[in-house]
């Protein structure tokens, strides 16, 4: 698919409290090529809608009536990886935070951020980056790392094209996907394409558990150009 610089930038907002979610819709209203495509307050109701439109983002409230955000991210990420999700939150929830990024979220935002806040959250999240704190970041990090330790042997062996290995690298670099276009003379789409491969053959939902897996499985020799 061919990148369109004039195509806006679609958010979806799956949240329980009207209040939160309008003024949200206010604030991704207020980002200039940037649409809000809906308000919605279940996961249940959000993901149908989602499923149909397709937007590059969802903010996700963490608790929600009935299925939790938690597990609608999860969902998501399984049969939509591409979406980009941020995850909406109190304060103090480290373990939901936690758990909602090992389930495939992007990054998270405090609730009560200010409007500047939300709005650069999702610029750099839609730019490749991941809004969250050093702490947060630093047990994704681990647990990842746990997790492949306990495969051992199971790691099966993947075989990444040889363009798909330069951005899986890259990623590993903490380069955003701008960065990364740059770098390789593609477009960023094409750069989402590409991560779009490689979280469906390294079995990942988020960039960060992608550098993980990558490294793990270069130091294994699991990856091949």
């Keep these: 698919m061919t990148s ?26 207020s980002i200039p090529n940037a649409r809000c495509i809906g308000v919605w307050g279940t996961a249940e109701e959000g993901l149908k809608k ?18 939790s955000g938690i597990e609608a991210t999860a969902l998501l990420k399984r049969h939509l990886p ?10 103090r929830e ?6 909602a990024l090992k389930a495939g979220a992007c990054g998270y935002l405090i609730k009560r951020s200010r409007a500047a806040d939300v709005r650069q959250a999702i610029m750099d999240v839609y730019a490749g980056g991941a809004p969250m704190s050093a702490e947060i970041a630093r047990r994704v990090v681990e647990a990842f790392h746990q997790n492949a330790a306990k495969a051992g042997a199971e790691t099966e062996t993947v075989v990444l094209s040889q363009r798909e290995t330069a951005v899986a690298k890259l990623i590993a670099e903490g380069l955003a996907n701008k960065e990364i276009a740059d770098r390789l003379g593609i477009s960023t789409e094409t ?5 779009k491969n490689i979280y469906e053959k390294l079995h990942v939902r988020s960039r960060t558990e992608a550098a993980v897996k ?8 699991n990856v091949f150009p």
């Design 94 to 99: 480290h373990e939901k935070i936690f758990d």
């Design 82 to 91: 591409e979406i980009l999700v941020i995850i909406v939150t109190v304060h």
């Design 50 to 67: 989602i499923d149909a439109f397709r937007p590059a983002i969802v903010l996700m409230d963490i608790n929600l009536p009935g299925m």
């Design 214 to 221: 990558y490294l793990d499985s270069v130091r294994s020799r």
């Design 4 to 29: 369109d610089p004039q195509k806006p930038i679609e958010v979806a907002i799956i949240e329980d409290n009207q209040a939160l979610g309008e003024s949200l819709q206010r604030v991704v209203e």
């Design 191 to 195: 750069v989402r394409g590409h991560l």
